[in-house]
């Protein structure tokens, strides 16, 4: 018996704590995130990979957390928006957004922020182009693309 | 004081995210049928299930749901038929979300097919879905202002055309979710994702057979709504049962399919429309015949019905009109408000009749709507007293920011205008109460506390409450704190919809705050003894108007001097618009105290080969009155560009053999960031006499010519008479449906 929980026990470091987590086979990350780490702040929009409400920053690179089975996330390093909140990189991502009027209803915020400060730790200076093209992922149905990308730019 | 921290994502949480001791989780059953008679509904193998704590099913609830008295035709939860695929048929509360999904799941009904309503378009000739209604029309509406068959009798040319405008929904990014509590005490808090507040404390108290005292309904934050989460719904109503059943609180989260079952989008559309022009290119007349396909119940489909006639003429002078308007009902999701309710699909067919004969009379379409041009203090035919229009420098902004373009081969401008309503004037049950109100309260430490009955959605309601306070005290806005969306907390407001925050509660708090500033500008004036007219409120001071460097005192010290002399500072403000109906039936669907105004241009590229049509830039110059947070507006006028976008060239939420289809955001497709055109917005700022320190609405009236825009620019790039929103690649590529391009083919200038 202990064997067996043994077995089905993922560890993952989360924000910079480990963690464990006995999951069940079929558990997507985002479950496990919001049921049984506490995670609020990753959002479930769609619950299909369409949407980028649930981006996680899964060793650095941001991915949907709602096609991510849990049990594959074994030995990973798992960053939500919560985990940032003393990172000067995403402060200075949120602040932008807030700035340029960005966050609007707020409920993809996280997820941008994930995907955004994921793309400035591999491109340092993203123009445009690269901006949008990385935030295809992130739907924001309140249409602040327009204002993210300029907000983004001006921080590159 | 220094500036705020920025918000941080996660600080504030939304429905799905709270949590409260001993909370179960709720999940329904849907019906799987578009129309049967429900037989039967057993909750026998649902209440088996493991984890299953307690299930309901229609005969919990007698009486029926519908936001407007005359049209309460929709069960909670279905009682003897059902009327679409995904309509609530019972509900389940366990101790996981997963049980609770297992226990509805393995609800068993049994039903009685019956011939489904699939279009809108055999109306009259179908099965009822309403006894009441047996040509399924919920309402047919025909209302004529002026001599409308002597304009077309006497019109130098006359236009016709048809025009199809597909449904689409809100797809606001947080899907709708509710946390009930039934307490101890007897009184039942909710917690929802909803627009208005007030509104579901009191049909949540009905349908439950509670006093609405009895209900507090609080919003969290709210992930957007766009008119999507405007009415009372089963979820908030069965997780509410549900938690009086357990003692319990209970967290019902809708999944995206079943967001997309709520539905309450926009209403497909089919229109007839003909216009009159005379001898001096003015509008002699239009005529319009409109069917509304409302899907399976009534909800706000009344007001549609009128909206979609209502403004047919604005933003334009027309010199008479008439429409006959019908929602007809078919098997479908229901229908409802969706930002610009009722006016987006009609402002598509007459902008896109305009340009057609704007080609045909050679006439150059910017310049054409600017002489037809509504003007400040008009009033229309149907009696909507216009107020300010800033109409004509909104067209004279679009032409010149697109005046130096040039289109290259396959490439076209499209212009389009409208105006739309800052609030309706008349509320959705007929009172003379106030529409908003507001309590102001100076604190000691300097603060000002706001409590309001607005929902904040995401569209900067409060900032911009806040904005107004501040200003009619003098202070910075992060002075001036806002208390909302508790219906225990804050005096009734009907809520965010009908672009009616910014004039309504705007007003209301201004109201508010000269009272504030009256009570500590006369305990200074006491104190400093100096009329209280000659002192001023300037950041964290009251000073002398015409000495400001002189003797004053600090604002604590001046709200502490007013606290000795009247105790609490609190300043009280409520607004009911002075507006009359129309003298004629229906004309209280109309009216508002303010009137927005917008002009948008779109260019595309059209590739002929495959139909393909990309925007590459839209311009929107929207007359707001003074705008109050510029940010908020501009982030407005973004949303309203993409929203339209989307309804143009890809959002489609109809019937796929008696099924919404699609069901989830993949297949449904918004527009993402690589769909993103260059978005030029400009506010076209002018002062409204009727709006709170001049302000008028921009939340909805923005999107509104977007549409018609791309389809007219489309219809130029593509030689091609675009009747069809949203424009498909097929129709744009197959020869078939490639007429004889329209002569005359001017550019935009
Ligand atoms: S919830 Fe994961 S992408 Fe939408
Ligand atoms: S801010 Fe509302 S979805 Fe992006």
Not at chain 2, 591 to 602: E, G, H, N, Q, W
Request: hydrophobic residues 45%; aromatic residues 6%.
């Amino acid at each position: 018996m202990a064997n067996r929980i043994q077995q089905n026990m993922v560890a993952f470091v989360l924000n910079g704590r480990p963690f464990s987590v006995a999951p069940d086979p079929d558990e997507t990350l985002l479950e496990t995130l919001r049921q049984r780490c506490g995670c609020a702040d990753v959002k479930k929009g769609c619950d299909e990979g369409a949407c980028g409400a649930c981006t996680v920053a899964i060793d650095d690179v941001a991915v949907p957390s709602c096609l991510v089975l849990t049990v594959a996330c074994a030995g990973s390093r798992i960053v939500t928006s919560a985990g940032l909140a003393t990172d000067p990189l995403a402060r200075r991502i949120g602040a932008a957004l807030a700035e340029a009027g960005a966050v609007q209803c707020g409920f993809c915020t996280a997820g941008v922020l994930i995907t955004a400060w994921s793309m400035f730790r591999r491109i340092p200076s993203p123009d445009r182009d690269t901006i949008s093209r990385e935030l295809t992922g992130n739907l924001c149905r309140c249409g602040g693309y327009d204002l993210m990308v300029e907000a983004l730019a001006g921080l590159g | 004081m220094s500036s705020p921290p920025p918000p941080w994502p996660w600080t504030d949480p939304y429905v799905a995210d709270l949590s409260l001791p001993g909370m179960v989780f709720a999940a329904m059953a849907r019906s799987t049928h578009a129309h049967a008679a429900l037989r039967s509904i057993d909750l026998a193998p649902a209440l088996a299930t493991p984890g299953v704590l307690a299930a309901v099913d229609g005969r919990a609830f007698p009486l029926m749901g519908g936001v407007i008295h005359s049209s309460r035709d929709e069960p909670v939860l279905a009682v003897d038929r059902v009327r679409y695929v995904g309509e609530p048929l019972a509900a389940v509360a366990a101790v996981s979300p997963e049980a609770a999904k297992a226990g509805a799941a393995s609800v068993a009904a049994a039903f009685d097919p019956l011939p489904p309503v699939l279009t809108m378009r055999s109306v009259g000739l179908d099965v009822p879905l309403h006894e009441e209604h047996p040509d399924n029309v919920l309402r047919d509406v025909a209302l004529e202002f002026g001599p409308v068959d002597e304009s077309f009798a006497s019109a130098r040319a006359v236009f016709a055309g048809t025009y199809h405008y597909g449904a689409s929904t809100h797809a606001a990014l947080e899907p709708h979710g509710v946390v009930a509590w039934w307490r101890p005490e007897g009184r039942l808090w909710v917690w929802t994702s909803t627009q208005c507040p007030h509104l579901v404390q009191h049909g949540v108290a009905r349908l439950m057979g509670l006093e609405p005292s009895a209900v507090r309904v609080i919003t969290p934050r709210v992930g957007g709504g766009f008119g999507g989460k405007s009415e009372v719904f089963s979820h908030e109503v069965v997780a509410a049962r549900l938690s009086m059943l357990l003692g319990r609180p209970v967290r019902l989260i809708l999944s995206r399919e079943e967001v997309f079952y709520t539905h309450r989008g926009r209403h497909e559309a089919l229109i007839d429309l003909r216009l009159a022009v005379g001898a001096h290119d003015e509008i002699l007349g239009l005529d319009a015949d409109i069917i509304l396909n409302g899907g399976a119940y009534a909800g706000m489909g009344l007001v549609t019905t009128y909206y979609a006639g209502q403004f047919l003429g604005i933003p334009y002078r027309v010199g008479a009109f008439r429409f006959r308007s019908r929602r007809v009902f078919t098997n479908a999701p229901p229908a409802g408000p969706k930002r610009g309710h009722g006016s987006v699909q009609i402002r598509f067919a007459v902008e896109r009749l305009l340009d057609r004969a704007a080609l045909s009379l050679g006439l150059n379409p910017l310049a054409w709507r600017m002489s037809l041009a509504l003007k400040s203090d008009e009033t229309t035919l149907n009696g909507l007293k216009i107020g300010s229009s800033g109409f004509t420098r909104c067209l004279e902004e679009i032409a010149r920011m697109t005046a130096p373009l040039q289109c290259g081969e396959g490439e076209a401008i499209g212009v389009a205008g409208s105006a739309y309503i800052s609030g309706a004037a008349f509320p959705i049950i007929p009172n003379r109460l106030p529409h908003s109100q507001a309590i102001l309260r100076a604190d000691r430490s300097g603060l000002f506390v706001l409590t309001v009955g607005v929902a904040e959605i995401g569209q900067g309601a409060l900032e911009t409450l806040r904005t107004l306070v501040a200003q009619t005290l003098g202070q910075p806005t992060d002075r001036v704190l806002a208390v909302a969306g508790d219906t225990d907390a804050c005096p009734v407001d009907l809520g965010s919809y009908s672009s009616r925050v910014t004039l309504m509660a705007g007003n209301a708090v201004i109201a508010a705050a000269a009272a504030v500033r009256r009570q500590l500008l006369e305990a200074a004036g006491d104190r400093l003894a100096v009329a209280p007219e000659s002192l001023d409120l300037v950041p964290n001071r009251v000073v002398v108007r015409e000495d400001p460097g002189g003797k004053g005192m600090s604002l604590t010290r001046a709200i502490a001097r007013a606290e000795e002399r009247i105790g609490t500072v609190i300043g009280s403000g409520s607004y009911a618009p002075a507006v009359e109906p129309g003298p004629y039936p229906g004309g209280a669907l109309g009216p508002s105290p303010a009137f927005s105004f917008t002009a948008a241009a779109a260019k595309v590229r059209f590739d002929p080969d495959l139909g393909a049509v990309e925007v590459t830039d839209i311009w929107i110059a929207h007359d707001c009155g003074r705008a109050v947070n510029l940010a908020r507006v501009n982030a407005q006028l973004h949303g309203c560009a993409l929203m339209g976008l989307g309804e143009a060239l890809m959002e489609q939420a109809g019937l796929h053999r008696g099924i919404m289809d699609p069901v989830g955001m993949l297949d449904y497709g918004v527009p993402t960031a690589r769909d993103l055109p260059r978005i030029h917005a400009v506010v076209v700022s002018a002062a409204d006499p009727a709006g709170p320190l001049g302000a008028k609405e921009a939340g909805e009236g923005p999107l509104l010519p977007v549409v018609p825009a791309i389809a007219n620019a489309v219809a130029r790039a593509a030689g091609l008479d675009i009747c069809a929103i949203p424009l498909s690649s097929e129709d744009l590529v197959r020869p078939s449906a490639r007429e004889t391009p329209l002569s005359g083919e001017a550019a935009l200038r």
